[in-house]
Nanobody, 114 residues
């Protein structure tokens, strides 16, 4: 069973920053693509950013220039650095490893006040 644990969420004022972390138990993490998703209340879960095993990254337009995804394979960890946060970024954030059918973490809440 693959386990993922997210952390780093919290309450921050608009314009502030947070860094989310996702630690996985997946032994082949270093070659596995990972994604960060967000889910606001009453909305579907949406993709925010992805990073593959080579470090190639992708972002949705709404976070380009503000969020940065990165990975530390030695620590089996993926990060999401979130800068210039906006109230509309408020959501639960989840990481997903694209291995097998995909595995999710339990999520971490990000709340941005105006």
């Amino acid at each position: 069973q693959v386990q993922l644990v997210e952390s780093g969420g919290g309450l921050v004022q608009a314009g502030g920053s947070l860094r989310l972390s996702c630690v996985t138990s997946l032994s082949i993490f270093r070659i596995t693509p990972v994604g960060w998703y967000c889910q606001a209340p009453g909305k579907q879960r949406e993709l925010v950013s992805t990073i593959n095993g080579s470090g190639l990254t992708n972002y949705v337009d709404s976070v380009k220039g503000r969020f940065t995804i990165s990975r530390d394979n030695a620590k089996n960890t993926v990060y999401l650095q979130m800068n210039s946060l906006k109230p509309e970024d408020t959501a639960a954030y989840y990481c997903k490893v694209y291995y097998g059918g995909g595995y999710w973490g339990q999520g971490t809440q990000v709340t941005v006040s105006s």
